[in-house]
């Protein structure tokens, strides 16, 4: 099983971009799967969750309001909808996906253990 995110780019402050991550391999069915984020300098960060099964819904209180975690019908498609972006929100963002997180640990990201490459999102004030 594979993870790849893409969907990153150069945008304006209050602008929007929407990250995709696909799934590739076998049959594939998480317990959850996250965004996370990481700043020059910064530790990674949780930015969103889901609960594979019931579609639970997890957010940084940052992200809260302006930013949506969702996935597609055929589930091996995992996105985030970013709107009105600050310039603190530039990072490299990554997803992954766990097997085992329990809803406690959602956050953090020792609990994922498989994580695509990331995402540059880079926003301009």
């Known amino acids: 099983v594979q993870l790849q995110a893409f969907g990153g780019g150069l945008v304006q402050a209050g602008g929007s971009l929407r990250l995709s991550c696909t799934v590739s391999g076998r049959t594939f069915s998480p317990n959850a799967m996250g965004w996370f984020r990481q700043a020059p300098g910064e530790a990674r960060e949780f930015v969103a969750a889901?609960?594979?099964?019931?579609?639970?819904?997890y957010y940084a209180d940052s992200v809260k309001g302006r930013i949506t975690i969702s996935r597609d019908d055929a589930k091996t498609t995992l996105y985030l909808q970013m709107d009105n972006l600050k310039p603190e929100d530039t990072a490299l963002y990554y997803c992954?996906?766990?097997?085992?997180?329990?809803?406690?640990?959602?956050?953090?990201?020792?609990?994922?253990?498989?994580w695509g490459q990331g995402t540059q999102v880079t926003v301009s004030s």
């Open positions: 992954a996906s766990s097997n085992g997180a329990i809803t406690s640990a959602i956050r953090l990201s020792q609990s994922y253990d498989r």
């Open positions: 889901m609960k594979w099964r019931g579609g639970h819904t």
